[in-house]
T-cell receptor, first 111, second 113 residues
């Protein structure tokens, strides 16, 4: 069974700092990998989707990379802002069609 | 455009009762997924529909859980004889087809007293 791990579990940074969130998965046979943002008590907002044939995707201050062979992905957030404070979830889609999620990294950006 | 919607947003029920949770996917999305998220955890897959049929229900924890999507659009997750351990946020997602980006609804927070 696919297992997804995210480190760190929690991260606190001052405003303006660049940061990296890490995600690893055990089975490299994936279709794609998605990064989501979840605010407290809310649903999930899709941030970036990387297909298995791609190496990275960028959206604004966010950049996600994928190294399928080593089972790793990183989410890079540039020039962090207090509004970026949320839980970030990584999920991989396998041949079973459903997403396997990590437990998330809770990010706090301090003004 | 309208996203995925879920009703109710909150549901409080007593142990042993029956509950129904509703999901309205994005129009035109043929794939629909149900997930369950416990506090401090990532969502866990329950069931996947492609059109009207349940293509994969391997995530349903037991036979008290059942889901339908009779017309290939709206889906209802049904839980019989609820237990306190069923308390969680139930999330619904839809996508154009399998392997496409999944879009999530706001979830239904179920509390079983």
């Amino acid at each position: 069974k696919q297992e997804v791990t995210q480190i760190p579990a929690a991260l606190s940074v001052p405003e303006g700092e660049n940061l990296v969130l890490n995600c690893s998965f055990t089975d490299s046979a994936i279709y794609n990998l998605q990064w989501f943002r979840q605010d407290p008590g809310k649903g999930l907002t899709s941030l970036l989707l990387i297909q298995s044939s791609q190496r990275e995707q960028t959206s604004g201050r966010l950049n996600a990379s994928l190294d399928k062979s080593s089972g790793r992905s990183t989410l890079y957030i540039a020039a962090s802002q207090p509004g970026d404070s949320a839980t970030y979830l990584c999920a991989v889609q396998t041949g079973a069609n459903n997403l396997f999620f990590g437990t998330g990294t809770r990010l706090t950006v301090i003004p | 455009g309208a996203g995925v919607s879920q009703t109710p947003s909150n549901k409080v029920t007593e142990k042993g009762k029956y509950v129904e949770l509703r999901c309205d996917p994005i129009s035109g999305h043929t794939a629909l997924y149900w997930y369950r998220q416990s506090l401090g955890q990532g969502p866990e897959f329950l069931i996947y529909f492609q059109g009207t049929g349940a293509a994969d229900d391997s995530g349903l924890p037991n036979d008290r859980f059942f889901a339908v999507r009779p017309e290939g659009s709206v889906s209802t997750l049904k839980i019989q004889r609820t237990e306190r351990g069923d308390s969680a946020v139930y999330l619904c997602a839809s996508s154009l087809s399998q392997e496409n980006e999944q879009f999530f609804g706001p979830g239904t927070r179920l509390t079983v007293l």
